[in-house]
T-cell receptor, first 116, second 110 residues
Framework: DVKVTQSSRYLVKRTGEKVFLECVQDMDHENMFWYRQDPGLGLRLIYFSYDVKMKEKGDIPEGYSVSREKKERFSLILESASTNQTSMYLC???????????????FGPGTRLTVL | LAKTTQPISMDSYEGQEVNITCSHNNIATNDYITWYQQFPSQGPRFIIQGYKTKVTNEVASLFIPADRKSSTLSLPRVSLSDTAVYYCLVGDGGTDKLIFGTGTRLQVFP
């Protein structure tokens, strides 16, 4: 059974704190993604990665950074958390399809982050 | 920048067929169209994917006209458990980014 796991389901942090959100996949997928989901805005892509040590900005990278030191792990970092980063964060992974670019994405359960 | 447009919400009754349409005017030649389903407190889940004409699996059908500027997800005989948000996904005009639409909230009533 394929699996994408996220380190926490719920997280509460204070403004200015450095926050790490961890994502691990066990499917040997090349691609990994971080999204945030807010009411009325759907899913918005923050960063994605094609391979180890590679990263690409999504639509809303400001205030975030990522790290991919190992193929199975993709971390999202909030250098200095702010209240407008309160959101649901979803990690996903997929195989790299050479024809279509991206294959089916498998999502983790999400981390609901609250920044006070 | 490819963009998709879907209805915000739809209501249906059990046993009816539901059709959700997504507009994607800037779809690139090599882009596929993918639909996902999301239940509350869960990540989205893949439903179906297609490139042109019609695709059918055990869950749904996907209709894509010749110009590929829109697509329609068809759910036959919905049940209460189909109540969810449905997202249409296309490639971002030939780049490697995928764009989720804002989703359609389907509510199925008994």
């Amino acid at each position: 059974d394929v699996k994408v796991t996220q380190s926490s389901r719920y997280l509460v942090k204070r403004t200015g704190e450095k926050v790490f959100l961890e994502c691990v996949q066990d499917m040997d997928h090349e691609n990994m993604f971080w999204y945030r989901q807010d009411p009325g805005l759907g899913l918005r892509l923050i960063y994605f990665s094609y391979d180890v040590k590679m990263k690409e900005k999504g639509d809303i990278p400001e205030g975030y950074s990522v790290s991919r030191e190992k193929k199975e792990r993709f971390s999202l970092i909030l250098e200095s958390a702010s209240t407008n980063q309160t959101s649901m964060y979803l990690c996903a992974s997929s195989r790299r399809d050479r024809v279509r670019g991206f294959d089916e994405q498998f999502f983790g359960p999400g981390t609901r982050l609250t920044v006070l | 920048l490819a963009k998709t447009t879907q209805p915000i919400s739809m209501d249906s009754y059990e046993g009816q067929e539901v059709n959700i349409t997504c507009s994607h005017n800037n779809i690139a030649t090599n882009d596929y169209i993918t639909w996902y389903q999301q239940f509350p407190s869960q990540g989205p889940r893949f439903i179906i994917q297609g490139y042109k004409t019609k695709v059918t699996n055990e869950v749904a059908s996907l209709f894509i006209p010749a110009d590929r500027k829109s697509s329609t997800l068809s759910l036959p005989r919905v049940s209460l458990s189909d109540t969810a948000v449905y997202y249409c996904l296309v490639g971002d005009g030939g780049t490697d980014k995928l764009i989720f639409g804002t989703g359609t909230r389907l509510q199925v009533f008994p």
